[in-house]
């Protein structure tokens, strides 16, 4: 593969070849941290099974633990080993694989001088990460 900053690389399907990478690879980096963070979960809890059984109609789900909602919260817990932080890091990095896809489309179309597909490759990504920021909690 030729180097990623010269036309001949933008020029030919490089590009696509390792948008296809960059996909590839993230969606296995996703699942070995999802496993490795299983692993450590499953030690962690003595290989306790949580309670799923039903809740009463005056109860609500309670969801995850507070601290997995937000990555300023999971990231220092990942440090410290915890394994459902572990999990939550991994589906974190599964969402991010895709939109750093759309991010590296807009830097691919630029080079190309695809101003059109670079306008509407801004508004996608600028749509979701609207979404991700002002999302409803």
């Known amino acids: 593969m030729k180097h990623l900053f010269t036309k001949e690389f933008w020029a030919e399907r490089d590009v696509e070849l ?5 996909l590839r690879y993230g969606v296995m980096l996703s699942c070995g941290i999802t496993l490795v963070g299983g692993i450590i979960y499953f ?3 003595n290989g306790v099974r949580p309670d799923y059984s039903p809740i009463p109609d005056d109860q609500t789900f309670p969801g995850v633990d507070h601290y997995l909602r937000e990555l300023s919260t999971i990231i220092p817990r990942v440090l410290a080993f915890d394994g459902a ?3 939550q890091f991994g589906v974190c990095v599964l969402i991010a694989t895709p939109i750093l896809r759309v991010a590296f489309s807009v830097i691919a179309f630029l080079m190309e001088k695809d101003y059109m597909y670079v306008v509407i490759t801004l508004i996608v ?3 979701i990460i ?3 920021v002002l999302g409803l909690h």
């Open 18 to 22: 390792f948008i296809g990478k960059l």
């Open 43 to 45: 030690f962690q809890r």
């Open 85 to 87: 932080a572990i999990i």
């Open 125 to 127: 990504l600028s749509i």
């Open 130 to 132: 609207a979404n991700m």
